[in-house]
């Protein structure tokens, strides 16, 4: 039995703020997580943290949600 695998990419904040801005050119959810190959969680999760995504740097690829324990 052959599983095929996708392949992770990486993410930049600029890169979902490309996607967030094509949902609000009237796209819907789905069609963007089709079009892009990408979970429909992911674009309400980005969609949800636009403002922060505004905020950080463009090449950051992960928003912090806290300090790490040690």
Known sequence: MLILHKK???WSAWEKLIVI???EQGHSK???AN???IELKQVR???TN???LMKVSP???KLVLGTRLK
């Open 8 to 10: 992770r990419y990486h």
């Open 21 to 23: 801005a094509y949902h």
């Open 30 to 32: 789905r069609a963007i």
């Open 35 to 37: 079009k892009f190959e």
């Open 45 to 47: 999760e980005w969609i």
């Open 50 to 52: 636009k403002e922060r």
């Open 59 to 61: 090449y950051v690829q």
